[in-house]
């Protein structure tokens, strides 16, 4: 991209050189900032009556019956999030744990809104437990600001190139979510079906599965499975070297896959810890199941043990010991169908929180191939998932890339190190 003609030294850190014509003052010249309330109070029993959105760090979360300011402002966060400005236009309220910024004349309200976004928010925030920033911290930041026209060109720039990005990001996120759809797709196929679609079939005679292959059993789990309890401890008790542990929360993370756990979700006790049990111990070949889920859909959601010699299973969570007779790999991929699941969901109590027990894991059905089958699948979808799930990994490298790219052409287009088409680079006096 095009540079401008001559620059200088801002004086500024994270600015670094700008263009000669363009000048650095503290964030207070360029805006007044305000504090957000409470919303609740201005909120109608009529639902219809509420149109203002209200907004907090995340963006909007209600709505309510008045407007704290009509017009462009740029959210800063006051505690909790304080890193993720956002930009509104329209009639909003803002929460208390926000402040509401106004843009002075001679300032565009969008160009400060990219300004903001490259704040390095760390140097300012206090409160470790839970980040702060002061209307003095903020005020006090100094900026690179370039005339009116420029800010508004820079603005104008940025909107029409991080909309491309910012697209581009949802398209490829809307594939990964294609991929994982036929990612289950392929194991609930396998698990259920077998593998070779022209072999007799007969009637399960349960409801949540319908028809299976002819040769395959149908069980309760606690035929083929021992099950016993995790250890007794708490997050206390975690260390950072010792005995591995995986607990429910490691189990219910997003990056968790069930056919095997990934080395950044385990967690350790001391070789000393006093809730060790041999009991709670999974050997390779075993499941490890939450026995809490805060929705009924993560209810039956585990991990198979895949690593030599196992792990020991941590707080609220469930061993399954499958035996010989069905496999932990194959018992570990039927988990993840959501027919499978289906009889621990319906069974499962609570209301912010769902439990499931020894007793409801005992009772559900598990399908049983021949043992050759079952290695057969386990081993058909170790395959496939490696696949899929590679693919889903250059996708998301893909979508960190552009997201710094897109943070990178934010830098450079306000401080100045590239001339955006349509800026009138600011002539400098002799």
């Known amino acids: 991209m095009e540079r401008y003609n001559a620059y200088k030294d801002s004086g500024v850190d994270w600015i670094g050189e700008i263009p000669a014509g363009w000048k650095t003052a503290p964030l207070k010249r360029a805006l007044s900032i305000f504090n957000g309330a409470d919303y609740k109070p201005y909120v109608d029993d009529v639902e219809s009556n509420n149109t203002i959105p209200v907004y907090g760090s995340g963006g909007c979360f209600a709505y309510c019956n008045t407007v704290m300011h009509d017009g462009e402002s740029v959210l800063l966060g006051r505690k909790g999030t304080v890193d993720?400005?956002?930009?509104?236009?329209?009639?909003?309220w803002t929460v208390d744990t926000m402040y509401y910024a106004i843009a002075h004349e001679e300032f565009s309200t969008k160009y400060l809104w990219y300004l903001s976004t490259r704040f390095n928010y760390e140097k300012y925030q206090y409160g470790s437990a839970l980040p702060s920033m002061t209307q003095r911290d903020l005020y006090s930041i100094t900026c690179a600001f370039p005339t009116l026209q420029e800010q508004q060109a820079i603005a104008d720039y940025l909107d029409e190139k991080t909309s491309?990005?910012?697209?581009?990001?949802?398209?490829?996120?809307?594939?990964?979510?294609?991929?994982?759809?036929?990612?289950?797709?392929?194991?609930?196929?396998?698990?259920t079906k077998g593998l070779d679609p022209s072999v007799p079939m007969k009637d399960s005679g349960t409801d949540w599965i319908g028809q299976i292959p002819a040769e395959w059993e149908i069980v309760p789990l606690h035929a083929r499975?021992?099950?016993?309890?995790?250890?007794?401890?708490?997050?206390?008790?975690?260390v950072k070297d010792g005995k591995p542990v995986l607990s429910y929360g490691?189990?219910?993370?997003?990056?968790?896959?069930?056919?095997?756990?990934?080395?950044d979700l385990i967690r350790f006790v001391s070789d000393e810890c006093p809730a060790l049990a041999d009991t709670a111990f999974a050997n390779e070949g075993s499941l490890i199941m939450a026995d809490t889920s805060e929705d009924v859909a993560g209810s039956g959601n585990c991990a198979y043990v895949d690593k030599q010699p196992g792990i020991y299973a941590g707080y609220h969570t469930i061993v399954i010991n499958p035996s010989a007779s069905i496999g932990g790999k194959y018992l570990g991929y039927l988990?993840?169908?959501?027919?499978?699941?289906?009889?621990?969901?319906?069974r499962v109590s609570g209301v912010k929180l769902y439990s499931i027990t020894q007793k409801i894991l005992k009772e559900v059905n598990v399908l049983v191939p021949p043992e050759s089958e079952r290695k057969a699948i386990a081993d058909y979808l170790d395959e496939q998932c490696d696949h899929i799930d590679s693919l889903i990994a250059q996708k998301r490298s893909l979508i960190v890339r552009l997201k710094e790219y897109r943070a990178s052409l934010i830098s450079e287009c306000v401080t100045g190190k590239v001339k955006?088409?349509?800026?009138?680079e600011t002539e400098t006096e002799e």
């Open 225 to 238: 499975a021992s099950f016993s309890k995790g250890l007794s401890i708490t997050k206390d008790d975690l």
């Open 335 to 346: 988990a993840m169908d959501a027919n499978w699941r289906s009889q621990i969901r319906s």
């Open 164 to 191: 491309a990005i910012d697209s581009a990001v949802k398209d490829i996120e809307r594939s990964i979510e294609l991929l994982n759809e036929y990612r289950q797709s392929v194991i609930s196929e396998a698990v």
């Open 250 to 263: 490691q189990i219910h993370s997003k990056t968790h896959k069930a056919a095997g756990i990934e080395k």
């Open 420 to 424: 955006v088409p349509g800026a009138r």
């Open 84 to 92: 993720k400005p956002l930009y509104v236009k329209d009639p909003f």
